[in-house]
Every structure is written in C-alpha cells, then in structure tokens.
C-alpha cells in the first residue's frame, strides 16, 4: 500500500501531522508493506527566494491577525508540538521559500534518503536559531545529515531548474486531488486524510484502506505461453 503525503516545510501542522501519522504507522500491523511517498505543497509559492520575514510578521500581514493573537498561536502550537515529543521555537523563527527544499527532497527520494532529510528540515525550521532560508550552505549540512553527497546537493541547489518540474508535478496533482491546504495524505489513491489529525484517525484510515485494498482480477481465457521462475516454455513443433 502507498501512502502519500504532501506538506510543505513552512507548515507547522505538517511537522505536527507527520509526528501523529508515523505514530500510527508503528503501530500498524502491515506497516512494512506500506510505502510512503512526500510530496511538494508550497503555502507560498510566489515567494521570491531572498524574501525572508520573521514568521510573527507573515501571520499578521497575511491572516491580519494582531501581534498578541500571532504569538498566541505560536504557543498553541508549541504545546501540540511537545505533546508528540517535538522541539518548537514560538518565537525567534524566519520565513521564506520553500522550493529550493522541495526540490532537494526529489533529489533525496531518488536516494532513498526523503524521509532523513524531510525530518532534518523539519527539526531546523522548527526548533533550531540558524535559519534555513537564507544560506544554501545550510541546506548542504543537512543533506550530507541526511546522508546525501554535500557536492550532488550542492550541485542541484546551483542548478535553479533542478528537480523544479517535479515540484511543480507535485502542486498540480495535489489541487488536481482537491487539496486546499496541508498535510494531505492520500492511501492508495482511495483515502484522502486532511490536516494533522489525531493518531487514532490515522491509524483508522491505514486499517480502511488495507482492508479494501482491490486484488487484482484475471480475465479468464485459454492457455497462452508464459515465463516463470523456472524458465520459458517453448512450443514444440
């Protein structure tokens, strides 16, 4: 079964909804026959990549909230945050673009290191000082954490067209799904879970989703020639 998760590093619910779905995922009895796949949503795309803010300033310009109600929120989420175990800085953290981390996430799938580096990102955006958002360098040390080869990703992060169409691929497929907003996760192309929902949901939608999974149907029909673990058969003449 296949799971897959769009969510953007900018999101603190998807930091949050990760913790709650992995939750879930240990405790599922097929969890070695699931695969996981993260996809790219950015909640700011038209972000140049050198606009930088601190994030109490983007929530009272972009969601007109007051500085109080800002810092409020952030602590609300901080405290969902240490409830499933997770570092959160309410105050002190920047904001910017995303996509030059999305597309280091593609390079980092085809690695087989996704999930390492989509938690490193998430532990530095969301709990430690040094942004992520404003030095390359920075994302370099976290690929080679991740145990990627600092030179290969240093090398896509050079290249701005790198891995861009995928991302793209991804924003289109997710409002193609009805995405609104993230963490989407979507089961086998079937179920779709919306927002950092509690593990008890998540662990209901990997037992529904296991459960209907449609087995493959054969057409009947005649004998026709085939190859197997043991070889092919030859028609004799």
Known sequence: MRVEIWSDIACPWCYVGKARFDKALRAFAHRDDVEVVHRSFELDPGRAKGDIEPVITMLTRKYGMSGAQAEAGEENLGAQAAAEGLPYRTRGRDHGSTFDMHRL??????????????????????????????????????????????????????????????????????????????PFFVLDRTYGVSGAQPVEVFAQALTQAWGERTPVRLIEGGEAEACGPDGCAVPQS
Not at 109 to 122: C, H, K, N, P
Not at 151 to 170: K, S
């Open 105 to 182: 996430l593609h390079f980092a799938r085809e690695q087989g290191r996704q999930e390492e580096l989509l938690d490193l990102l998430y532990r530095a955006n969301f709990a430690e000082e040094r942004s992520v958002f404003d030095d390359d360098e920075r994302l370099v040390e976290l690929a080679g954490e991740a145990g990627l080869d600092t030179e290969a990703a240093r090398t896509v992060l050079a290249d701005p067209e790198a891995y861009a169409a995928e991302v793209r691929d991804d924003e289109r497929e997710a409002a193609q799904l009805g995405a609104r907003g993230v």
